[in-house]
């Protein structure tokens, strides 16, 4: 037997077995338990130099016994009932201080509920958002974490060392009580589904509107990289563009189906803002347009009725304004995102650290940016300010959005869908406008129900003339 392991893992599946090699690689003794045991022993068989540090376990009593208490254990199974399955076979076996920490990616509101479950009956619990797929799990991810700070402050240790590094500081951090890890993680990925269908965008602009071949796109994408749009998306962008099918010689990109899928973190991320009342548009557009484009039989029947849109743009837009709309879509997206953020601190009474979210989204996980380390210092300097004002990006704006406006508009004239970039480019014009159209919904919802309106004189007549006209 070895020693007493400093903390467990369950759930050895593409993201579980890469944590458990980061744990173990970092020096901290790891017990593990799959629900099928032949996996856990081949993953300890396959795990070289890193076998010793690895004790494979066949039940969860003997999982229990092998590490030391109080004891944590991160639960790396599928989000859902699989979470609370396995909180309630380990319940009876756990002492009152040992601490459950879900890694999946939960709907928050269900690590609320297991949080204040664990409050009641024990033993703790945390939600954790892990963000970096397969290879940031492995080298470093990005970790957001939610619960009790104390029992953050009890696995932090692990987790800093596990997690991506910017500068020497680990992109690991206490965002909150209870679903906060959660609720950021979720955020995260709706920026990254917006960040995503950007890109999508710019490079449909740039094959059918440009007529590019991918190498060229892929070039185009590689020089973006070297600016402001420096990223892991764009990085990886060029290198699915460059990429030849081994099967056909052709392009990657011209052989995979026009089709996407998802798990839903963007679509929660989508209806938690509807509940908040804080707008994610571009996010929206970017959930939106993943659901259109699974209606692939839909969009073609669509195409035989009113023929293919005449894409050329013949030169009514460069490489450089792309760019520049491009960067004005990334600061409006993320513009929203924490906006996001910030409405569900107040609502849900938790002050999550917008700074400091920046700051972990730095390195590890998959919308990892240069702008993010901007993002952070103007959040620092205010985190009540929407991104949109603070001078950095109001002056990137100021220089971009006469180019995202020129794409948008290209993209309207020659049938170029770009939902995305123009959701963004509508919330900021609207954020701009210091004199709405809403007065108008103001009189129709008076003359029709007489909900009332505030004057812009102060007077305190709160209805129009038409009161008693209505239905
Ligand atoms: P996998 O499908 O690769 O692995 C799932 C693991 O959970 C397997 O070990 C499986 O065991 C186990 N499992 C499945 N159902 C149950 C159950 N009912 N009870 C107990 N164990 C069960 O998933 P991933 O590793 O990709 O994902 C795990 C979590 O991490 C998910 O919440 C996912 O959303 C999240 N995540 C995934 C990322 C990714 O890039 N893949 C990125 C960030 C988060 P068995 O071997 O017996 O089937």
């Given at each position: 037997?070895?020693?007493?392991a400093?903390?467990?893992?369950i759930g050895?599946?593409?993201?579980g077995?890469m944590?458990?090699?980061?744990?173990?690689e970092k020096?901290?003794?790891?017990a593990?338990?799959?629900?099928?045991?032949?996996?856990?022993?081949?993953?300890?068989a396959?795990?070289?130099?890193?076998a010793?540090?690895?004790?494979p376990?066949?039940t969860l009593?003997d999982?229990?016994?092998?590490i030391?208490?109080p004891?944590?254990?991160?639960?790396?199974?599928?989000?859902?009932p699989?979470v609370?399955d396995?909180?309630?076979?380990l319940?009876p076996l756990l002492?009152p201080?040992?601490?459950?920490?879900?890694?999946?990616?939960a709907?928050?509101?269900?690590?609320?509920?297991?949080?204040?479950e664990?409050e009641?009956?024990?033993?703790?619990?945390?939600?954790?958002?892990?963000?970096g797929g397969?290879?940031g799990a492995?080298?470093?991810?990005?970790i957001?974490?939610?619960?009790?700070r104390?029992d953050?402050?009890r696995?932090?240790?692990?987790?800093?060392a596990?997690?991506?590094?910017?500068?020497?500081?680990?992109?690991?951090?206490?965002?909150?009580?209870?679903?906060?890890?959660h609720?950021?993680?979720a955020?995260?990925?709706g920026?990254?589904?917006?960040?995503?269908?950007?890109?999508a965008e710019?490079y449909?602009v740039?094959?059918?509107?440009?007529?590019?071949?991918?190498?060229?796109?892929?070039?185009?994408?590689?020089?973006w990289n070297?600016?402001?749009?420096q990223?892991?998306?764009?990085?990886?962008?060029?290198e699915?563009?460059a990429?030849?099918?081994?099967?056909?010689g052709?392009?990657?990109?011209d052989?995979?189906?026009d089709?996407?899928?998802?798990?839903?973190?963007?679509r929660?991320?989508?209806?938690?803002?509807?509940h908040l009342?804080?707008?994610?548009?571009?996010?929206?557009?970017?959930?939106m347009a993943r659901?259109?484009s699974?209606?692939?039989?839909e969009?073609i029947a669509?195409?035989a009725?009113f023929?293919?849109?005449?894409?050329?743009?013949?030169g009514a837009?460069?490489?450089?304004?792309?760019e520049q709309a491009?960067?004005?879509?990334?600061?409006?997206?993320?513009?929203?995102?924490?906006?996001?953020?910030s409405?569900a601190?107040?609502?849900?009474?938790?002050?999550?650290?917008?700074?400091?979210?920046?700051?972990?989204w730095?390195?590890?996980?998959?919308?990892r940016?240069?702008?993010l380390n901007?993002?952070?210092?103007?959040?620092a300097?205010?985190?009540n300010r929407n991104?949109?004002?603070a001078?950095?990006f109001?002056?990137h704006?100021?220089?971009?959005h006469?180019?995202l406006?020129?794409t948008?508009?290209?993209?309207?004239l020659?049938?170029?869908p770009?939902?995305?970039?123009?959701?963004?480019?509508s919330w900021?014009?609207?954020?701009?406008?210091?004199?709405?159209?809403?007065?108008?919904?103001?009189?129709?919802?008076?003359?029709?129900?007489?909900?009332?309106?505030e004057?812009v004189d102060?007077?305190?007549?709160k209805?129009?003339p038409?009161v008693?006209?209505?239905v």
């Amino acid at each position: 037997m070895n020693n007493p392991a400093s903390i467990g893992l369950i759930g050895l599946g593409t993201m579980g077995t890469m944590l458990a090699l980061n744990i173990a690689e970092k020096g901290f003794h790891i017990a593990v338990w799959n629900r099928t045991t032949t996996v856990t022993h081949e993953f300890k068989a396959e795990a070289g130099e890193l076998a010793s540090m690895i004790t494979p376990t066949d039940t969860l009593a003997d999982l229990v016994a092998a590490i030391k208490p109080p004891r944590s254990i991160i639960l790396m199974v599928p989000a859902g009932p699989a979470v609370d399955d396995m909180i309630a076979a380990l319940r009876p076996l756990l002492a009152p201080d040992d601490l459950i920490i879900d890694a999946g990616n939960a709907l928050f509101h269900d690590t609320n509920r297991r949080s204040a479950e664990a409050e009641a009956h024990g033993p703790h619990f945390m939600g954790i958002g892990v963000s970096g797929g397969e290879e940031g799990a492995r080298h470093g991810p990005a970790i957001m974490g939610g619960g009790l700070r104390s029992d953050w402050d009890r696995v932090a240790p692990v987790l800093d060392a596990i997690a991506a590094k910017y500068k020497g500081t680990p992109c690991a951090n206490y965002m909150g009580p209870a679903g906060a890890g959660h609720f950021v993680k979720a955020v995260h990925n709706g920026i990254e589904y917006a960040d995503m269908q950007m890109i999508a965008e710019v490079y449909g602009v740039m094959r059918d509107g440009m007529n590019m071949p991918p190498a060229e796109i892929a070039a185009t994408f590689r020089a973006w990289n070297t600016g402001p749009l420096q990223s892991y998306l764009i990085e990886i962008s060029a290198e699915v563009a460059a990429a030849t099918d081994t099967h056909s010689g052709k392009p990657m990109l011209d052989m995979i189906l026009d089709r996407a899928g998802q798990k839903g973190t963007g679509r929660w991320t989508v209806i938690e803002a509807q509940h908040l009342a804080a707008p994610i548009p571009a996010i929206e557009a970017a959930v939106m347009a993943r659901n259109l484009s699974s209606r692939l039989d839909e969009r073609i029947a669509g195409e035989a009725v009113f023929g293919a849109a005449p894409h050329p743009l013949n030169g009514a837009l460069g490489l450089m304004r792309l760019e520049q709309a491009m960067i004005a879509g990334k600061i409006l997206c993320y513009a929203q995102g924490f906006a996001l953020i910030s409405a569900a601190s107040t609502a849900f009474n938790w002050p999550m650290p917008l700074p400091e979210i920046a700051r972990v989204w730095r390195e590890g996980c998959i919308i990892r940016s240069s702008m993010l380390n901007d993002m952070a210092t103007a959040l620092a300097e205010d985190p009540n300010r929407n991104l949109m004002l603070a001078p950095f990006f109001a002056d990137h704006l100021k220089s971009t959005h006469t180019a995202l406006r020129q794409t948008v508009a290209a993209g309207a004239l020659h049938g170029l869908p770009v939902p995305a970039l123009a959701s963004g480019l509508s919330w900021f014009d609207m954020m701009r406008t210091g004199r709405s159209t809403a007065n108008m919904i103001q009189a129709q919802r008076d003359f029709f129900g007489a909900h009332g309106f505030e004057r812009v004189d102060g007077l305190p007549d709160k209805h129009g003339p038409w009161v008693g006209h209505g239905v």
